[in-house]
């Protein structure tokens, strides 16, 4: 049986693709505050604002391709059983290859009733007022703001209780609930974090190895490592 490999990957992993980080030093994001365009508030005092923003997100994730780590990621399948959680919304890992992704705070490419969270819709267009669910409710995008429940969180702390070895790439671990699936990993079993900026040191956990390089540059290194060639 193979050992199982459990990813997290923040925003950092994506950086390196053309896309941007979730929010600059001072907060905005695209010069918005990330309350107005990614809570539940914001979207009912200006849907029209709301739904721009994530249009103009959709069109350039559909310009950008997956890096050298999502493929470093695919080649770690050939020797290991690996899940990958992640707090993306874009596809970069599935287009990549990978072939088991768990997206904690929802997928850009889809869109759901604002009535009923359960009827969701793959969508690569843009999303406007009067885009209706078939229950005849406005499309929302299928994200997870500010305020709002992470319904797939005790699912991602279940893989996380699993894993034989843990990896975590371009995320601060300072972001509630994602950092604290660390937390459910079995106590002792060997934990890589790479971040260019590392906000935590190797005395933080038991096991600890922290490759001070972004995900492209840090990642292939390892994975040849774990799987005992080059790629």
């Not at 505050?33 to 604002?49: C, H, Y």
């Not at 995008?141 to 305020?147: E, L, M, Y």
């Not at 996380?160 to 699936?181: E, F, H, N």
Request: hydrophobic share 40%.
């Amino acid at each position: 049986m193979k050992q199982r490999i459990v990813v997290l990957t923040g925003a950092g992993m994506s950086a390196e693709s053309g896309l941007k980080t979730f929010r600059d030093a001072n907060g905005l994001w695209e010069g918005h505050d990330v309350m107005e365009v990614a809570s539940p508030t914001g979207f009912i005092r200006n849907p029209t604002l709301v739904l721009d923003f994530y249009n103009q997100r959709r069109r350039q994730l559909l310009q950008v391709d997956p890096n050298k780590a999502h493929h470093a990621l695919v080649e770690l399948e050939k020797k290991f059983d690996v899940s990958i959680i992640t707090q993306n919304v874009d596809d970069l890992h599935e287009r990549a290859g990978s072939s088991e992704v768990l997206h904690l705070h929802g997928e850009l490419l889809k869109v759901r009733c604002t009535r009923n969270g359960n009827t969701v819709i793959d969508w690569k267009e843009d999303l406007n007022l009067g885009d209706l669910s078939q229950h005849g409710h406005q499309l929302r995008p299928h994200i997870v703001w500010f305020g709002e429940q992470v319904p797939l969180l005790p699912k991602a702390a279940e893989i996380t209780s699993m894993a034989d070895i843990l990896i975590i790439i371009g995320t601060s671990m300072q972001v509630y609930p994602a950092a604290s699936l660390v937390d459910y990993a079995n106590s002792g079993i060997p934990i890589y974090f790479i971040d260019p900026r590392p906000s935590i040191s190797e005395h933080d956990f038991e096991n600890l190895t922290i490759i001070p390089k972004t995900a492209v540059n840090g990642l292939p290194t390892l994975v040849a490592d774990l799987i005992g060639t080059e790629f």
